[in-house]
């Protein structure tokens, strides 16, 4: 979730390795930066803490790489210093550079105070107006005066939550800042990031995050203390659904309406001027820095933000260079030390280091320092399945083309429309939702973006529909959309839609697998997405179904780039549950936040595939 300290979680490797690694960095860090402690004022006399490191060869100038977070920029103390390396990774950090890191308004050891995704100002009338992007200027412009031997040029990157405020640094940027990488950043959290999906509130993710970040603090601090509550659990799955509707999370055992933010997102239950004031993307127009955004395919949060970013910088700044750079990771994983598995995937090659290799890196120093050349093309794109770095000069691929693949009768998918009438249904049950993943976990685990979903396929309640076996390879690049033709016997429901790739009942075991597990006919999660039925129509205004009416859903799954083997099969489930990840859908048409135990309800979900309500797919298929 957006609260993991990932610049110290994602060191993946052998543990004595790894302290060794941490052990060199401390000791490089100490040898070669000198550093200081300051606050510095923004122009609405608000002071933020900002730890700054200077090489101590003062014989050359030197840019600044900067982070902005709401996560802490700890360790506290002139004289403590980090057991893991400065910046985005290793090699930049032995380059040279000035790395700042700051607190931002409100959090940890800075003064002001903090708001969820702070809303841009587009026309600052005077100094009380301010938001991220002044104070990133202010900052910078404080930086270049009161910090020597620096070269007038400014990077920012960050992940996760610091990549909403790297982000946010574009627009009415300072003129020094000259390369910028939001890299997995929260952009929108109500359409397809970390709180809701399509309207569908991530409940786990969220209960979990607000525990520890929502704590209360009365002034500067360096270490908040403890969470709101005691999260003591071994199964996510019974936890939740023993707690029954989700206002029973402001019980007094739980948030106790203490959760500032908790509340604000039970308040918000559709797309209203809150979450429309916290998306960053009509925000980022007439850029001027050059753009690297990041993202990864099994990222569990940002995924959406990471395109949805890069789409928003691109259609808005068609001049201006923006890069797309999305790998097998999870969130956050290319910072890490060594990135060639996940789950039963082997990607035969280091590809977080290649990424610092071959993108970051020469991003940084080329815009930063003149050094090297640019040749990063518009996107750089690892497809999983053939386990290949593409390069595009447009996202999605120009020769990329949405190609529907219909459900049929006799559960079959088909690039053939239906001839006769048919629906399949299924009974969705609140008290028994489909589990987003088999087996029992105290938290989110992150492998469901690609795990098994033969567990899913066995369960009455999850339709699925599948090719026959390839006759050759086919390969899907860029977005995915779903077009359900559906009626309910109740007033709302949620729909999820899966794309997997079903390995052939031949499939060899890899040796070693990684998980040990029996490959063959193992049904791999490519990509899944959840709606929340009522937001058909419109997201700020949500609409009852009339029970037994067909009616349609359609909506976007986050793009994809992947590879269906010669002789494995396309496979498409359709469910309306997703439990804990997404909060149980009444199924009865009011405000969800609102609902009481007798509001959860059983439904029989008829999905429609004949020629007038003909559901399918459509797959970006790579010509």
């Known amino acids: 979730m957006k609260y ?26 100490r040898n070669n930066f000198t550093k200081r402690e300051v606050y510095i004022t923004m122009r609405d006399g608000v002071k933020l803490f900002t730890a700054i490191y200077e090489p101590k060869d003062a014989t050359r100038k030197y840019p600044f790489l900067m982070v902005r977070t709401p996560y802490s920029c700890s360790p506290y103390g002139e004289n403590n210093y980090p057991t893991r390396r400065l910046g985005p990774n290793r090699q930049l950090m032995q380059e040279g550079y ?42 910078v412009d404080w930086l270049l005066t009161n910090v020597k031997n620096n070269n007038g040029r400014v990077g920012i990157f960050g992940i996760s939550y ?60 360096k270490d908040y203390g403890k969470t709101i509550f005691s999260r003591d659990r071994d199964d996510a799955y019974k936890f939740f659904l023993d707690l029954g509707p989700i206002k029973n999370t402001n019980g007094p055992q739980y948030f106790n309406h203490i959760g500032k933010i908790w509340n604000e997102y039970l308040a918000h239950d559709t797309y209203d001027d809150y979450w429309k004031a916290r998306n960053i993307r009509p925000h980022l127009q007439n850029i001027k820095p050059a753009v690297l955004v ?61 990424y610092k290799d071959e993108m970051e ?71 028994n939702p489909v589990p987003y993943i088999k087996g029992k976990f105290s938290g989110r685990n992150n492998e469901y973006m690609a795990d098994d979903q033969r567990f899913a396929s066995e369960r009455p309640d999850v339709l699925t ?19 359900i033709f559906a009626s309910i016997s109740g007033t709302d429901a949620d729909f999820i839609v899966k794309v997997i790739d079903v390995l052939p009942a031949n499939e060899p075991n890899p040796n070693p697998n990684p ?44 793009d994809v780039a992947h590879t269906f083997k010669k002789g494995h099969r396309i496979m498409i489930q359709v469910q309306s549950s997703w439990f804990p990840l997404v909060d149980r859908n009444p199924q009865k048409f009011l405000r969800i936040p609102d609902a009481a135990s007798e509001d959860f309800q059983k439904s029989t979900i008829r999905i429609y595939h004949d020629p007038q309500h003909a559901s399918r797919i459509f797959l970006p298929l790579l010509n």
């Open 4 to 29: 993991l300290k990932l610049l110290f979680l994602l060191e993946l490797c052998a543990p004595s390795l790894h302290c060794q690694t941490m052990n060199e960095d401390s000791i490089y860090i």
């Open 98 to 139: 000035i790395f700042i890191y700051q607190d931002v308004r409100g959090r940890y050891m800075s003064y002001g105070n903090f708001q969820e995704m702070t809303p841009a100002i587009d026309s600052k009338k005077s100094n009380k107006d301010v938001d991220e992007s002044s104070d990133t200027y202010d900052t």
């Open 162 to 221: 610091p990549g909403f405020y790297a982000t946010a640094s574009l627009p009415d940027a300072h003129p020094a800042i000259k390369a910028v990488s939001p890299q997995a950043p929260v952009t929108d959290e109500f359409i397809g990031d970390d709180v809701n999906h399509k309207g569908a509130y991530y409940l786990m993710d969220n209960f979990d995050f607000t525990n520890y970040f929502d704590a209360p603090r009365n002034g500067p601090v």
């Open 294 to 354: 990041v993202g990864g395919w099994f990222d569990a949060e940002d995924l959406f933000g990471a395109l949805a970013t890069y789409e928003a910088v691109e259609k808005q700044n068609p001049k201006n260079l923006n890069t797309l750079v999305m790998g097998p990771w999870t969130h956050g994983a290319w910072s890490g030390r060594d990135w060639s598995k996940f789950a039963t995937h082997d990607f035969s090659q280091n590809t977080a280091q290649y």
């Open 361 to 431: 890196t020469k991003f940084f120093n080329f815009y930063l320092k003149d050094k090297g050349t640019m040749d990063l093309p518009e996107a750089y794109i690892f497809e999983t399945g053939s386990n290949q770095w593409k390069k595009y000069d447009a996202w999605p691929p120009k020769n990329s083309a949405p190609i529907p693949f219909y459900l049929r009768e006799n559960k079959q998918l088909s690039r053939s429309l239906p001839t006769e009438n048919n629906f399949d249904e299924y009974l969705s049950d609140p008290a």
């Open 465 to 483: 529909y599948q090719t026959d076996s390839l006759a050759m390879d086919i390969t899907i690049s860029g977005k995915i959309t779903a077009d």
């Open 515 to 558: 998980k040990n597990l029996e490959m063959a006919g193992f049904q791999r999660l490519v990509r899944a997405e959840v709606f929340r039925g009522k937001f058909r129509n419109s997201f700020e205004k949500p609409e009852p179904f009339n029970p037994g009416k067909v009616e349609e859903i359609r909506f976007d799954l986050p």
